[in-house]
């Protein structure tokens, strides 16, 4: 699925523009090639490096999870401003030339070579932003072994692409057609390049700006800035001793994040409370969450509050009676009977024995 967004990315309203405006241009400076062969070939060159960066920022596009096209801007025009998109150029003049010299079946081996490897040293350039990596071995190695089976298929697309370019050469069509099929050939095949390196990233180590990865840090960290900022105003409530104000804002934010999130928001804003300097402040926050816990009957969630909090305040015992007892009984069962009558006894203490329900006297029966 990623391979195939990628290679929709040349076929975006902006990419297909730029292929138009590049292919357009070619046609109509090599229509006059033979009365200004010196500005035809100019204007090519002007051309075909705007092309090459544009094919770059694709494949950096696809790399990085991006899903639009890059608008193809006026700085990419001419030969500077980067020497990532002419290395390969000019290794594909490097590899020509050896077929040229290289006798015999040599040639063939030349060419195999450089098909085998092109996928890695283009994608190994996009990663590690060195020149000298795109014919380093050790580095396309780890690109080959890194992208695994997804390798072979590049290798396939360039097959395929390098197919369909001969088979638009020796087509009878317009050269502006022909000029245009070629550009979003190269387009495809570096967005499929581009695409297998956030494909395999993990494998990879490459670390692209756009990932599930990196949007999940995102949500993560905004949430808990704003969980930080629910616990400062809780804890400004609590030093002007306005608790129940702060346990309304506390249980709000829990109704709010959900269910969900409650394993991972309790630890966390009890860790918080524990920082308050005023205990009463720790018994008003433990006192809301354990209310919410025991009213969405995360019961053994709440044990675990009441087991950190009574470790700091010796006579913490929860909101009302009802609470004591759900959560007394459930630990009854679970096998903490000594937290369910240390938690009866503080509640004698706190309330006194006299006004004990009957709920209450059945519990203390069986713990006694």
């Given at each position: 699925m990623t391979l195939l967004r990628a290679l929709s990315m040349p076929f975006h309203l902006t990419s297909l523009l730029f292929v138009a405006a590049v292919a357009t241009l070619l046609a109509l400076l090599w229509s006059v090639a033979a009365a200004l062969a010196l500005v035809a070939l100019i204007g090519t060159f002007i051309l075909v490096s705007w092309l090459n960066k544009y094919a770059f920022a694709?494949?950096?596009?696809?790399?990085?999870?991006?899903?639009?096209?890059?608008?193809?801007?006026?700085?990419?025009?001419?030969?500077?401003?980067?020497?990532?998109?002419?290395?390969?150029?000019?290794?594909?003049?490097?590899?020509?030339?050896?077929?040229?010299?290289?006798?015999?079946?040599?040639?063939?081996?030349?060419?195999?070579?450089?098909?085998?490897?092109?996928?890695?040293?283009?994608?190994?350039?996009?990663?590690?932003?060195?020149?000298?990596?795109?014919?380093?071995?050790w580095a396309l190695w780890r690109v080959i072994a890194g992208m695994g089976w997804i390798y072979l298929l590049l290798v396939v697309a360039v097959a395929v692409i390098a197919a369909c370019s001969a088979v638009v050469t020796a087509m009878p069509v317009w050269d502006v057609i022909r000029y245009a099929v070629w550009e979003l050939l190269l387009l495809c095949l570096y967005t499929l390049i581009g695409g297998a390196l956030f494909?395999?990233?993990?494998?990879?180590?490459?670390?692209?700006?756009?990932?599930?990865?990196?949007?999940?840090?995102?949500?993560?960290?905004?949430y808990t800035r704003r969980r930080q900022m629910m616990m400062d105003e809780v804890y400004g409530l609590v030093r002007v001793s306005n608790a129940a104000r702060a346990g309304e804002v506390l249980k709000q934010w829990l109704l709010e994040s959900g269910e969900h999130n409650l394993h991972a928001d309790v630890p966390a804003i009890v860790d918080q409370a524990m920082q308050f300097p005023e205990r009463r402040g720790l018994a008003t926050v433990a006192r809301a969450l354990i209310s919410h816990l025991v009213q969405?009957?995360?019961?053994?969630?709440?044990?675990?509050?009441?087991?950190?909090?009574?470790?700091?305040?010796?006579?913490?015992?929860?909101?009302?009676?009802?609470?004591?007892?759900?959560?007394?009984?459930?630990?009854?069962?679970?096998?903490?009977?000594?937290?369910?009558?240390?938690?009866?006894?503080?509640?004698?203490?706190?309330?006194?024995?006299?006004?004990?329900?009957?709920?209450?006297?059945?519990?203390?029966?069986?713990?006694?």
């Open positions: 694709q494949l950096e596009q696809a790399a990085h999870g991006v899903r639009d096209a890059p608008v193809a801007s006026v700085e990419m025009l001419g030969p500077f401003g980067g020497v990532r998109p002419w290395v390969h150029p000019v290794l594909a003049g490097g590899v020509l030339f050896l077929m040229r010299v290289v006798p015999g079946q040599g040639r063939v081996a030349v060419g195999i070579a450089a098909s085998l490897l092109f996928p890695a040293s283009v994608g190994v350039l996009a990663m590690t932003h060195r020149v000298i990596d795109a014919i380093n071995p494909a395999r990233r993990h494998e990879l180590g490459f670390e692209p700006l756009v990932s599930p990865e990196r949007s999940a840090e995102k949500i993560e960290s905004e969405v009957k995360r019961l053994s969630l709440a044990l675990t509050v009441v087991e950190s909090v009574s470790a700091v305040v010796t006579d913490f015992t929860p909101e009302s009676e009802a609470e004591m007892v759900a959560l007394a009984g459930y630990a009854v069962p679970a096998g903490r009977r000594s937290l369910a009558r240390a938690m009866l006894d503080r509640w004698v203490r706190y309330a006194g024995d006299t006004g004990l329900s009957d709920a209450a006297r059945r519990l203390r029966d069986e713990l006694a």
